[in-house]
């Protein structure tokens, strides 16, 4: 089944502690990207991956690292969490083409204390 | 990217067809129109997309206004599973990285 899979999906942990949230795709998209969800905010895009190896920034980057080593995963990294990062997290892929739909996974709820 | 702008909730009886309007006025001529939808828990989802004419799919239908200004999702028979938030969203003909999702519409649908 095509999907974009996320791990782990609930996660608590205190401020400081490095974690990594894992999204793994298995359509062989060259597009993925990472969204916080916070209440009255909506949907915001964190980081963006075009293809392996390419990287770029969305709209809210901050606090928040990614790797692209292998086309179907696109870890995202918090290297010393705040409770600010405290959210709903989701995972999303696509082709690289130009209305191609995004795919996304079913989100990692983290609490950061 | 231009804006859209769409009802904050909107309810529905189960079995009934449901319309779900999107005012794009500000919307130029190389936009896409898409409709995704997040249910209860989950990630969102594609449901529909169109340039200018009317599209119909498995899950919807999507009329366009002629000038482009609005457009209407249309959901023919709803049922308790099409409960979620409804986003509609203009889209560049191009490469553009980022999809900007607003607050949607909360679609409620009573049994």
């Known amino acids: 089944e095509a999907q974009v899979t996320q791990n782990p999906r609930y996660l608590i942990t205190v401020t400081g502690k490095k974690l990594t949230v894992t999204c793994s795709q298995n359509m062989n998209h060259e597009y993925m990207s990472w969204y916080r969800q916070d209440p009255g905010l909506g949907l915001r895009q964190i980081y963006y991956s075009m293809n392996v190896e390419v990287t770029d920034k969305g709209d809210v980057p901050e606090g928040y690292k990614v790797s692209r080593k292998e086309k179907r995963n696109f870890p995202l990294i918090l290297e010393s969490p705040s409770p600010n990062q405290t959210s709903l997290y989701f995972c999303?892929?696509?082709?690289?083409?130009?209305?191609?739909?995004?795919?996304f996974g079913n989100g990692t709820r983290l609490t950061v204390t | 990217d231009a804006k859209t702008t769409q009802p904050n909730s909107m309810e529905s009886n189960e079995e009934e067809p449901v319309h779900l309007p999107c005012n794009h006025s500000?919307?130029?001529?190389?936009?896409?129109i898409h409709w995704y939808r997040q249910l209860p828990s989950q990630g969102p989802e594609y449901v529909i997309h169109g340039l200018t004419s009317n599209v119909n799919n498995r899950m919807a239908s999507l009329a366009i206004a002629e000038d482009r200004k609005s457009s209407t999702l249309i959901l023919h028979r709803a049922t308790l599973r099409d409960a979620a938030v409804y986003y509609c969203?203009?889209?560049?003909?191009?490469?553009?990285?980022?999809?900007?999702f607003g607050p949607g519409t909360r679609l409620s649908v009573l049994p």
């Open positions: 500000t919307i130029s001529g190389t936009d896409y």
């Open positions: 999303a892929s696509r082709l690289f083409t130009n209305i191609s739909p995004l795919h």
């Open positions: 969203i203009l889209r560049l003909d191009n490469y553009g990285q980022n999809f900007v």
